[in-house]
């Protein structure tokens, strides 16, 4: 069941990426950007909009290299969620 949520989170993920390249209409979120763009700067609280955790922009730091990290970042932290629910419901 992990390995079937690991590769259908991966293709979305791929999905999105091919969508987003091709206008008008993108797959991924507004508050994407308002991630990435928060990151950016020295504060996260310098953009008008964020209104998250600091740690979520610091997080999305490697947005700036990388633009799909915090895609990837994402689904791993899903994947290892859902292992950890996986291991409490066996209990």
Request: aromatic residues 16%; glycine residues 6%.
């Amino acid at each position: 069941v992990l390995l079937i949520s690991l590769a259908l989170h991966t293709a979305f993920l791929l999905f999105g990426l091919l969508q987003d390249a091709m206008p008008p209409l993108r797959y991924t979120d507004i508050d994407y950007d308002v991630f990435t763009d928060a990151a950016r700067l020295p504060s996260p609280y310098d953009r008008a909009t964020y209104r998250y955790t600091p740690l979520l922009a610091w997080l999305m730091r490697p947005n700036a290299w990388f633009p799909a990290f915090g895609k990837c970042l994402f689904v791993v932290a899903d994947g290892v969620l859902g292992y950890l629910l996986y291991g409490i419901v066996r209990q």
